[in-house]
């Protein structure tokens, strides 16, 4: 009796493993393509925000509920223009301008200036200058994004150089927007949440 009573379960543990198995791989098929996805950083386009070889945790949910907010650092699907990749490539940048923000370069102290308020960017690369002066208005459901290395990015004000100017070129489209990268978890010892500093409260509507 005592043998039989200790088969039992055991059995039945056997029969069922397969099916949490394959309830745990369909939660975690449905929680990267809707949810959370992992990325990790090819180049220094953000440092020092962002390393290469860092990764970082990517809330694919939150667009769908509002649209990206000016200093989150966001991954979007690279325009034709943007990438030499045939097959398309994400990128990651930091948002400076939404729909209908007037974005110039700027002050005297070479700071951006959007909506007629200067902005202080702590993270920038040491040593970093905005390499040329410009004048824009974002078109409404679009972005003008940057990378912290400013002279190591490939971005809204590269493009828009290379265009000719041309600000849908040079902007991307809140459609294409991935998801909002929230925090560095790898490795350990980077960890921390990628909140958005403080200067782009002062930021005022256009």
């Not at 939660?27 to 860092?54: G, K, W, Y």
């Not at 970082?56 to 667009?63: D, G, P, T």
């Not at 509002?66 to 690279?78: D, L, N, Y």
């Not at 325009?79 to 005297?108: L, Q, T, Y």
Request: glycine fraction near 8%.
């Amino acid at each position: 009796m005592i043998d039989e009573q200790t088969d039992k379960p055991r059995s039945s543990f056997w029969k069922e493993l397969p099916i949490l198995l394959g309830v745990a791989i369909l939660v975690a098929v449905l929680v990267r393509a809707f949810v959370l996805q992992t990325f990790f950083i090819p180049s220094p386009s953000m440092e020092n925000t962002l390393q290469i070889d860092d990764r970082v945790l990517v809330n694919k949910l939150v667009y769908d509920f509002r649209s990206p907010h000016r200093g989150e650092v966001i991954v979007f699907k690279a325009p034709m223009e943007w990438s030499a990749n045939p097959d398309g490539e994400d990128f990651i940048k930091r948002v400076i301008g939404v729909g209908g923000d007037h974005v110039v370069c700027c002050d005297a102290q070479d700071r951006l200036v959007i909506n007629g308020k200067s902005l202080d960017e702590p993270y920038i690369y040491p040593g970093d200058k905005t390499a040329e002066e410009f004048d824009i208005t974002v078109p409404k459901g679009r972005l003008w994004v940057m990378g912290d290395h400013r002279e190591a990015s490939g971005d809204s004000l590269e493009h828009w150089q290379q265009s000719g100017q041309d600000i849908t070129v040079a902007t991307i489209p809140e459609g294409e927007v991935v998801g909002r990268a929230f925090t560095v978890f790898w490795p350990f010892g980077r960890a921390t949440w990628l909140s958005v500093p403080k200067p782009y409260e002062a930021i005022p509507e256009p």
